[in-house]
């Protein structure tokens, strides 16, 4: 199961993170990194544990952690945080290294998720090498900091961000992950800009998107769930395929031809209308 949302906010806000389970997002992600000063990192983890036990049963949607990069020194402290029982994983900043994700992993005694986020020079080159660990249960492009390091003008086109959605979408798809997301939209009352971001980004391969605001979860969900028209033409392919009876590899339907290929992809739709409740 993967989630077309992902809505960010503040671990130093208990009020927020409260407010936040109440939203339409897919999953939340609390953050311990770059919505905390580096002064207030222990006293957010302590206010994510306080409203973690108010909560009376494990939340409706799931919860990560993003947790600070593993070369700071408040890496440790924030993954055993995340050995809550009502957290669901941890995403990763700044994932350069396999070791990186296995320290995680350990901490974490091998029962959460992983969700890096690669956002660096080096962690776009060697992405290969930090999914060779086996324990990334999906990736997010962090595109700001990416383009920060690598000195990129982020534009509306997206054509500087090319290799690199191009590179995770393949690199994680050949390990097996399909859990793969876009990066945040910063503009939040931009919302025809995030709509035409995320179009681009699902048609290059990702599944959701990174949210940092309630108001862009309609227009991501939008974007990443299957239309009306997509879901009635997986049903008559799947309809169609159930009623042949000469057990043909290939038919027609509407004049097109129907084989293997277009019928993994009727599968494919249609069981995420399914998973997000659209049939």
């Not at 990334?136 to 990416?146: H, K, M, R, T």
Request: a negative charge.
């Amino acid at each position: 199961m993967f989630y077309r949302s992902l809505l960010f906010t503040p671990g130093n806000h208990d009020y927020k993170m409260l407010k936040s389970l109440d939203s339409n997002a897919d999953a939340l992600i609390w953050d311990l990194e770059d919505a905390v000063h580096p002064d207030e990192k222990q006293a957010a983890r302590e206010t994510i544990l306080r409203v973690l036990n108010q909560l009376s049963s494990m939340p409706s949607k799931p919860v990560y952690i993003r947790v600070n990069a593993e070369t700071t020194p408040w890496f440790e402290e924030d993954v055993k945080l995340a050995t809550h029982e009502y957290i669901r994983g941890i995403m990763l900043p700044k994932a350069e290294t396999a070791n990186q994700v296995n320290t995680a992993w350990r901490i974490l005694d091998g029962k959460k998720d992983i969700i890096i986020i690669a956002e660096t020079a080096v962690g776009i080159r060697d992405l290969d090498d930090v999914l060779k660990s086996g324990h990334v249960s999906g990736v997010a492009l962090g595109a700001i900091d990416l383009a920060v390091d690598q000195n990129l003008t982020l534009t509306e086109t997206g054509l500087e961000l090319v290799y690199a959605r191009s590179r995770i979408v393949n690199l994680s798809v050949a390990r097996g992950i399909r859990n793969i997301y876009d990066s945040v939209y910063p503009e939040i009352h931009d919302a025809e800009g995030l709509r035409n971001r995320a179009v681009i980004a699902k048609n290059s391969g990702f599944c959701g998107q990174l949210v940092i605001h309630p108001k862009q979860i309609d227009t991501v969900h939008e974007v990443y769930s299957p239309t009306p028209a997509e879901i009635e033409w997986a049903k008559r392919v799947i309809q169609a395929i159930n009623q042949e009876s000469k057990g043909m590899g290939v038919f027609t339907l509407d004049s097109k031809m129907i084989d293997k290929p277009v019928i993994d992809k009727a599968k494919q739709i249609y069981q995420m209308a399914q998973n997000f409740g659209m049939v």
